[in-house]
């Protein structure tokens, strides 16, 4: 799995800031929909039906703001985790595992074990509005699952955590993606109300 992590880890908010003069605020009817390609334009590593799919999928997501997706979308991310560490335990269990593919796995359970609570604290950041927080916690579990899966990469090994690697690095973009959109959004405002005092 080829992807851009370190580019978009230090490059994806600084892009989303030059958007922000151009933003154009998304209604409650498409909003998942609009911010779901908004998000795929701007990194081409994410699946926009990916996208779609998992947040309509989503409890509570039909007519959340876009403040509540981006709570939807970080609990998606710890849903994910949780669920790639157990599967990783379970993988572990068989004691015909090559040697090497088993020291992957147990690099990759480290790296998802630490991921639990960096999304948690994640999304307690975001709740207390602390974005920018909020946005560098979930850009290092971009990092783990491209850790993860370059790790068998590296040992040319067949990787049996593609799928959920993949997965783990498309809910966090959308995640990511989100939260810059807030970020955006609240500055805009910001902007508009020092204007407003000025005059």
């Excluded at 409650?28 to 799919?53: G, H, R, V």
């Excluded at 946005?135 to 068998?152: H, K, Y």
């Excluded at 959308?174 to 500055?187: D, E, H, K, T, V």
């Amino acid at each position: 799995m080829t992807i851009a992590t370190s580019i978009f880890t230090f490059t994806f908010l600084p892009l989303f800031l030059l958007l922000s003069s151009t933003f154009t605020p998304i209604t409650a009817n498409n909003l998942i929909s609009e911010t779901c390609k908004k998000a795929a334009q701007n990194d081409p590593n994410l699946s926009y039906k990916f996208c779609l799919t998992s947040l309509q999928a989503a409890p509570n997501s039909p007519g959340a703001d876009l403040r509540q997706l981006g709570l939807i979308s970080m609990k998606l991310v710890q849903h994910n985790v949780t669920n790639t560490s157990r599967y990783i335990k379970h993988l572990l269990k068989n004691k015909q595992l090559d040697k090497f593919v088993r020291a992957s796995l147990y690099d990759c359970l480290d790296l998802y074990t630490d991921a639990r609570p960096t999304i948690k604290q994640a999304i307690k950041n975001y709740k207390m509005k602390h974005n920018e927080d909020a946005n560098v916690l979930v850009s290092s579990i971009v990092d783990a699952s491209t850790t993860c899966e370059d790790g068998f990469e590296e040992r040319h090994l067949v990787s049996p955590l593609t799928k959920r690697n993949n997965e783990t690095f498309q809910l966090c973009i959308i995640a990511l993606s989100i939260i810059n959109m807030y970020i955006i959004l609240g500055r805009q405002q910001s902007n508009k109300y020092v204007i407003f005092v000025l005059e």
